[in-house]
Structure formats: structure tokens, C-alpha cells
């Protein structure tokens, strides 16, 4: 969703970028391709219609229209509009009781049971809660209950399902949860195809035997517009308090499930970045919307890289590459840490000026050499990586290849592309500098 809006946005705005001045008829012809993209993006009609009027009128009372070199103006106001439509400020979960307790809630097939485990490791990993228990309130799909153990067997979160009816299952986990000193409860609530008035009485009495501090809409990024009409039956009955968007990393538009804080007033909480379990962000309209207009992410950047890089690794691979003792083992082991924050793909649009000026074409290269390399000096000994000397050697050679299954070349281009850049670390001069400060 963010590629197709960045791209269609990006291209909408080049004109503005080599022009000195943005007359009416520019102003008239670019936000009228912004509203194309965002309709052909699902964005709600009226959330369109309010934001190119917002624009418009903003631009216009700035006298933009007359001004010399406005671009930069124009992209603030742009990014303020499409920062209100997702939702101002990100807004944190209320982890003010102990026990915590939240509700998940949506339609059947939106990734609720998969959230509620996403939800407790991420709560888990940012040290917001350390016992946590899982309620399985689904009693009418089949397997939801045996799927939602699986799932959380493999993170060892504990599981409650003790009970003949969601409500009084609902009423022993609480029960049990305050006996046993759990701080976080999640309930997985049944979701129907479509909405009916028996799903929702029972949502009311569950909410009503629990108390919960969260009440939370799940929904595909795949949904369309009819999403916000369910969205809004939802909260009538039962009063949200948040929403998690999953599935936001497959080619949905998503301009649907962005609607929802805008039509409803609904904060999106979270989002669902993958399959994994980890897969789970928070939600923040600013960076969303730096992306969108090509502006890149750099503290999502620097987040990922805090959680998932070893830092202790990193430094004693700086102080070996800038003292020349980088070695192929070196260099299999900075590619492992450059894995760890990302695709590189998605690594380029959260840098500033990056985003959309990098080919494609390029960049799946980039991935397509890196994973050859892995696979060679995996074929490696532990002596070859650390003395590639040895690699002129032609057995050594016939070796690697017949265990890594690549070719001559690719092997050759890995060797030049070592050495070409060992000799430029041996070039880098560090006599003026102390390391240790400049690594840090």
C-alpha cells in the first residue's frame, strides 16, 4: 500500500519540483492526481473529498499560488492533511491495571487469533507485561482453540479455555488470571462472515463480565469499504477503544482499514508487518505518512536496528574492518546483522532522499548478491574465510563450488569485490582519529 501511494503520489509531484511556481491550474492538476491515487488506493470517497478541499484551501490561504519555490511549503501541508487522516497522534495501550485486560474483536478471517499471540510477545518484548494468558473465547470455528495453543506453545504463553460458553469461559479466566498473578490478559473473541445480532450480544456480555481495559477492532488490510460499516456496528454495540490493521504487508491498497480513524474516530493501535509472530509494530501517522510522500522512516530504522542488531558484534566488527584485519568471516557476519533489521528493499524507503530513486532492478540485486555470498562462504572452511589467500588454491576453489552450487563467475565476483573493498578499508586513514570514538 505504502510503495503504490509513495510511487503514485511521487510521480504526482515532480511537476512541482522543476517548476519556480505553482500556479491555480498546477494546484487544480496535482491534487487532482493525489485524489486519484488515494481513491485507487481504497481511501474512503468523503476522506478524499475532505482532504484535497483541506489542501486546496490551506494552499490558496498561504498564497503558495504566488509565491517562489513553494515546493517544500506544499509537502508540509500535504503531510499535515494525510497525518490527520491516519490519526494525529499514535496512541499507547492502556497498561494501567493489573490484571491488563484486553478484548479482540472482528470479523472471522481478519488474523484475530494470530494477533491475540502477536499481541502478547510484543507486549512481552517491550516489557510492558511478564505473565501473560491467552483466552480462547472462540468456540464455534473449527480448531480455533487448538490453533491458538499451537501458537502460543511455540512462544510458551499460557492458554485458558476452561468453560461450556464464551461468557463463562470469559468468567473463569478472570477469575483464574487474579489467582494465578497474570498482569496481561487477551481475550480471542468468535467473529462471524458478516455481522449478526446473536455475534454481537454475546461481544456485549462478554465485555460486560470482564471489564476491559482495551476493547480492539481487528481488520484485514484486504477489506474494502464495507469494513468501516462493520467497524462502526462494532464500536456502536460495544465501544472500541483501538484498531489493528494485519496483513499490511501484502499488496493490499489498505486505503479502507486507513479510513477508520478518520471516519470513526478510532485510533489504529498497531500493525501487522509479516507473518511471523514478531511481526507487529505500532502504529505512528507521522512516519506512515514521511513514507508516503517519500520522506523515508529513519526512527523506525533506528528502532529495528536497536531491537534485532548485536551491538557488541557490530563494534568488534567496526574495529576489524578499520584496523584491516576484515576478513570473509567478517563479512558473513555483517551480512547476518544487515539481515537482521530487514529486506534491503525496505531498508531503502526508510532513508531520507532514498526512497523511489533507487531502481528496482537495483535493489533486488543488491538481495540476490547478498544471499550468493552467504551461500559461498558458508561452503567455506573456517581457515579459508579468515585467510582467503588460501582460495587461489584451484581445489579449494572446485570444492566451494560443487558444495555451494554456483558458478565460476559468481565465485570470481565475490573474490574482486572483497579485495576491491579490503583495499579501500586499508586506504581509509584513521591516524587523526581515536577508533574507539569514531566507531561509537
Known sequence: MLDFLTNRIQSSLKKIQKSVTINEQDLTE??????????????????????????KTQVLKQGLTSKLNPQQEFLKILHQNLVEILGINSKSLNFTKNPTIIMLVGLQGSGKTTTVVKLAVFARKKKLAKKILLVACDTYRPAAIEQLQQLAKQVS???????????????????????????????DTAGRLSINEELMNELFEIKKTIHPEETIFVLDALSGQDIINVAQIFNQKITLTGAIITKLDSNARAGAALSITNLLKIPILLIGTGEKIAALEL????????????????????????????????????????SGQFNLDDLLNSLAQIQKIGRFSKVIKMIPGLSGKIDQDQIDDVEKKMGLYKILISSMTMEERKKPKLLKNPSRRSRIL????????????????????SKKMSEFSLKNLNLDSFIK
Request: aromatic share 10%; charged share 30%; no cysteine.
Open 402 to 421: 560443487r558444495g555451494s552450487g554456483r558458478s565460476n563467475a559468481e565465485f570470481n565476483r565475490l573474490i574482486s569485490e572483497f579485495e576491491s573493498m
Open 283 to 322: 502504529f505512528y501517522p507521522n512516519r506512515i505518512a514521511d513514507r508516503i510522500l517519500g520522506m523515508g522512516d529513519v526512527m523506525s530504522l533506528l528502532e529495528q536496528a536497536e531491537e534485532n542488531i548485536d551491538k557488541k558484534a557490530v563494534k568488534k566488527l567496526s574495529h576489524r574492518m578499520f
Open 30 to 55: 496535482i491534487t487532482r492526481e493525489i485524489r486519484l491515487a488515494l481513491l485507487e488506493a481504497d481511501v474512503n470517497l468523503f476522506v478524499v473529498k475532505d482532504f484535497i478541499n483541506k489542501v
Open 157 to 187: 504463553i499460557d492458554v485458558f479455555h476452561s468453560g461450556k460458553t464464551p461468557v463463562e469461559i470469559a468468567k473463569n479466566a478472570v477469575i483464574y488470571s487474579k489467582n494465578n498473578n497474570f498482569d496481561l490478559v487477551i481475550f
